[in-house]
């Protein structure tokens, strides 16, 4: 009897059952990405990281809710604000610090930073710069995914300022036109750098923006990583069964500014207090779990040492690596070597 | 005269302007509650109000056509690209739209407007973030392209580019925003197309804008230790090109070399060289020498990102070969 309550044991979130150890794992997960990220952030006020750097704190559910939803098989791409995403879909974290750090052994070995995280085995594909980039890029494996018949989906991620490119229309479309199997995803943190949603959309609620389409949407809590889980899964399936492709707009915040340099003076102290101690992802799930009587107080604290631990030694560790060999500038650039590519005979320096 | 930075006087630049032609407006992300990313619109939503600084969605193809179209009814647009790296997203309405209304209206339709914002490269921001691309835009007939390389410049030159009746490509650099001068107060017009000599010198021309004109001062400095005396040639405006004070300054030194941030690969050197070569061949002693940013996308990692750039080391380096001091 004891036995199969431990089998047993998990919570039913509006009919969907989530096991002991999947709330473990979505919990631990989120909270690495959060110590992930918290060192990040320490790391580039120690200027050993550089240039821009984004943070996804207050986030986590969005990534990990999505992750345990897609299948490894499907193509996740975003924005530059990519590494929770990138962890969630299991790269290895040392590397994604080494990529933060610009040391040889980083994801894209130190070739890209911050903005530039790919793992083309996790079917990863970045890490995009330009805002709205990623859409046409998304559609792209869409239609790959619908021509080779590989039963796949494509989750396309995009902010709410990004979906005001004009590409993202044209993708739409060409979607909606050819069934491709996609998820368009907003992640509506209500900020596009220092712009309110209100003040750059028309139509507030981004779920809608697909209608004209006829591309049905879905908004959804991305505080929550169970609701989250959930619903997502219903788009990924809607996407799969080759229905077409479903924009779901994620509801979450960042706590942090838009990047490192950005005091986030736009928006007040109240607000960020609200998501930030009202709607915690990890703090909502650490209390869900420990009512239903899965975990404690204390478990999650152990937890928390734990995690903090293991971040710190990946950076250690991290920042043990050699910086890139300098061959790796003339490297990547063509498939094969291409005469006139190369440093030029007589060059100076 | 006051001392201020390369970004005040953009903004005073921009403040005057609009105190002064009602037409003119700037448009862009973050450039009015937000007072720019990069700060340059400071205080300007308070000063002129929010129908003449406004705050767009992430759209640059969109609203910069809406500059070309408001351009073409009178009024007198400038509009921000937060970078010129987001301006790629506009090519279609700077280039096939502003470029050649003119001349495709048959004179009918001007297209008085400034498209600005930061340029080349900044610090450890990898390859999407870190280009030069002043040569796409100045191989269009049809564009100005202006490329300010201290406060001073960046003012007198930011003026005329908003009173030209063309349209104008305005390239700051990010790097540059925070750089203090001496800058005239008030009315100060520095006309298109005007070459500056920076530093006289009698041994080797260099030429170099924007943030290599630093790059090639303290290279110049070096030089000068070992008795070599460069002239540096600010060209400022990279279209129309000033190709008489290029000229006039080889036909003084008979060496050039020519520096820029970009490509090497169809770049600004390469035109400037062969404009040297087309009119200052019998005029030169050694070969035109280019120093260029690496033909790669701009790597993050510090050491490789050092290797991309053009460096002062190889400024003094191509000006000691020109003047067979290698
Ligand atoms: C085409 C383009 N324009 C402008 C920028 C500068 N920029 C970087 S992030 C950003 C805001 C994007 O906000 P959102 O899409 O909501 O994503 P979030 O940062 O909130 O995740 C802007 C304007 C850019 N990188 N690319
Ligand atoms: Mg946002």
Redesign the interface.
């Known amino acids: 009897m004891a036995a199969k309550q431990k089998q047993d044991a998990g919570i039913t979130h509006d009919g969907v059952f989530f096991a002991q150890e999947t709330l473990q794992e979505m919990h631990d997960q989120m909270l690495f990405i959060r110590r992930f990220e918290e060192k990040a952030g320490q790391m580039y006020g120690l200027k050993k990281i550089?240039?821009?750097c984004h943070l996804c704190n207050g986030q986590e559910a969005v990534c990990v809710g999505l992750n345990h939803a897609a299948m490894a098989s499907d193509y996740i791409m975003t924005s530059y604000r990519d590494h929770g995403h990138i962890l969630a879909r299991g790269a290895d974290a040392t590397a994604v610090m080494a990529?933060l750090l610009?040391?040889a052994g980083?994801v894209v070995k130190?070739?890209?930073?911050s903005?530039?995280m790919f793992d083309a085995d996790k079917n990863f594909a970045g890490g995009?710069?330009?805002?709205?980039e990623q859409v046409p890029i998304g559609l792209g494996f869409g239609f790959s995914n619908w021509y080779k018949d590989d039963g796949g989906v494509t989750i396309c991620i995009m902010g709410d300022?990004?979906i005001?490119?004009?590409?993202v229309y044209e993708s739409f479309n060409m979607a909606a036109l050819w069934k491709l199997p996609i998820v368009f995803m907003v992640e509506n943190n209500q900020y596009?750098?220092?712009?309110s949603l209100d003040?750059?959309?028309a139509e507030t609620q981004l779920f809608k923006r697909g209608i004209s389409f006829k591309i049905p949407g879905m908004k959804i809590d991305g505080m929550d990583v169970l609701e989250f889980k959930k619903k997502v899964a219903e788009a990924i399936e809607h996407a799969r069964s080759g229905q077409g492709p479903i924009l779901v707009e994620a509801m979450t915040y960042r706590y942090r500014g838009h990047s490192m340099s950005d005091p986030a003076t736009?928006r007040t102290r109240e607000e960020v207090d609200e998501w930030r101690t009202g709607r915690d992802p990890i703090a909502r799930l650490e209390s869900q779990m420990i009512d239903a009587g899965l975990a404690s107080e204390e478990s999650f604290k152990q937890k928390d040492r734990e995690i903090k631990k293991e971040v710190a030694a990946i950076a250690k560790a991290a920042e043990a690596q050699p910086?890139?060999d300098?061959s790796?500038?003339?490297s990547d650039?063509y498939s094969d070597p291409i005469a006139?590519?190369?440093?030029?005979p007589g060059k100076?320096? | 005269m006051s001392k201020i930075t390369y970004r005040e006087a953009l903004n005073q630049a921009m403040a005057e302007e609009m105190a002064r032609d009602k037409n003119v407006f700037l448009m862009g992300e973050e450039v009015a509650e937000y007072n720019g990313a990069y700060k340059v619109s400071q205080g300007l939503l308070d000063k002129f109000g929010p129908k003449r600084v406004i705050d767009t969605p992430i759209t640059e193809l969109g609203f910069a056509g809406l500059g070309v179209g408001a351009a073409m009814t009178g009024l007198r647009p400038i509009i921000e690209f937060m970078t010129w790296n987001f301006a790629m997203l506009a090519l279609d309405q700077i280039v096939n739209a502003a470029a050649k209304m003119k001349y495709m209206s048959g004179g009918q339709y001007s297209v008085p407007m400034v498209f600005r914002g930061a340029g080349g490269s900044a610090a450890r921001v990898g390859a999407q973030h870190s280009q030069s691309l002043e040569n796409w835009l100045a191989n269009v007939p049809g564009l100005k392209v202006v490329m300010p390389s201290n406060p001073a410049d960046a003012k007198g030159l930011l003026k005329a580019s908003i009173r030209d009746n063309d349209t104008v490509i305005f390239i700051e650099n990010e790097i540059n925003y925070g750089d203090v001068g001496e800058v005239p107060d008030g009315e100060y017009l520095i006309p298109l197309g005007k070459a500056d000599v920076k530093r006289a010198g009698t041994d080797v021309t260099i030429v170099a804008h924007s943030r290599m004109t630093g790059f090639a001062l303290e290279a110049a400095r070096e030089l000068a230790k070992e008795g070599i005396e460069a002239e540096v040639v600010d060209p400022r405006t990279i279209r129309p090109l000033d190709e008489q004070t290029i000229l006039a300054s080889v036909a003084k030194t008979n060496r050039a070399v020519v520096v820029e941030e970009g490509w090497r690969f169809a770049g600004i050197g390469a035109e400037i060289s062969a404009r040297i070569m087309e009119g200052g061949f019998d005029d030169l002693d050694a070969p035109v020498i280019r120093v260029t940013g690496k033909d790669v996308p701009m790597p993050y990692a510090a050491n490789l990102e050092a290797l991309a750039l053009p460096s002062v080391r190889e400024i003094v380096e191509a000006a000691r070969t020109a003047c067979g001091r290698a």
């Open positions: 550089g240039g821009f990529e610009g040391r980083g130190g070739k890209g930073g903005m530039h995009n710069g330009i805002v709205g300022g990004g005001n490119q004009g590409a596009a750098m220092g712009t003040r750059a959309s736009y910086e890139p300098a790796e500038l003339w650039i006139g590519a190369y440093p030029y100076v320096g």
